[in-house]
C-alpha cells in the first residue's frame, strides 16, 4: 500500500483524498471505459449522462444497478480495468489548483490516498499526473477491503494508527464523508467533484469547501476544535 515506508514517529496531522472527482477529474476515462466493457459482454450500455450520475463506486456494483445480468458482472470488470487502465490514464487530468495545494500541505501534514480505486491502478494514474510522490501512503481497495470505511481504516493502519481525532478524510462523495465519519475522522467535501451539492449536504460533512485553495483553512479550523 505505501508509495515509501511510514514514518509512525511522524506526529504531524493526516489529511487522506479521494481521487476520482478530488485529485482527479477521471469521469471522462471512466465512463468510456464502463461503455466499452458493457459492448464487449454484449450489453448495450447506458448513455454517458445516467453513468456520470453514479461515479464512485466500485464497477461491479455500478454494473448491477444498471441491470447487468449476475453472470456477466465480473468478465464486465475484468474489461473495465484492461480498458481503463489501458485509455483512462490519458483521458484523466488533475483539479486546478490540486498538485499547488498538495505542494502547500506537505510540510504541515502527512497526506495519503484513500480510493475505492484498486491500489494498482492508484499507483500509475498518480504516476502518470506527477503527484504520487505527494502522497506518503497510497490506499485504496484490494483484495478483502473494498468498501470506503475498510479502505481508510486500512489506510490508517498503514501510516502506524495516528489518532482518528488527527485525521481528515477529503472527498466528493457521500461515501467518503461517511466513511471517514464511521472511523472518526473529521470530513472536508468538495463541491468541484461528481456529488452534488444536495448530496453532500444530506452527508453532513463537517466542512464543505468550493476550491482547493480553501482547504488549508478549513483544515486548520477542524484540528484547532479537536484541539479545544
Known sequence: MSVQPADVADDRPVILF??????????????????????????EPPDEAELLSDLGPPPAVIF????????????????????????????AALF??????LDLLRPH??????????????IPFLQHHGVAGRFEVIGGAQDGVVDKPAIIKAT???LGEPPAEKMIMVGDRHSDISG????????????????????????????IIDRPDELPAAAERLLAEVRG
Do not use: C
Open 18 to 43: 479521494d481521487l476520482d472527482g478530488t485529485v482527479l477529474d477521471s469521469a471522462p476515462g471512466i465512463v468510456a471505459a464502463q461503455q466499452q466493457a458493457l459492448r464487449d459482454v454484449g450489453f
Open 64 to 91: 448491477a444497478r444498471i441491470g447487468l445480468p449476475e453472470e456477466l458482472i465480473t468478465p464486465a470488470v475484468e474489461a473495465y480495468r484492461r480498458h481503463y487502465l489501458g485509455r483512462g490514464i490519458r483521458n
Open 96 to 101: 486546478p489548483g490540486v498538485a499547488e495545494l
Open 109 to 122: 501534514y502527512r497526506l495519503a490516498t484513500a480510493t475505492m480505486k484498486l491500489i494498482t491502478t492508484a
Open 156 to 158: 490508517r493502519i498503514a
Open 180 to 207: 471517514g465519519r464511521a472511523e472518526g475522522l473529521r470530513t472536508i467535501a468538495v463541491s468541484w467533484g461528481y456529488g452534488s451539492r444536495d448530496e453532500l449536504l444530506a452527508s453532513d460533512p463537517d466542512v
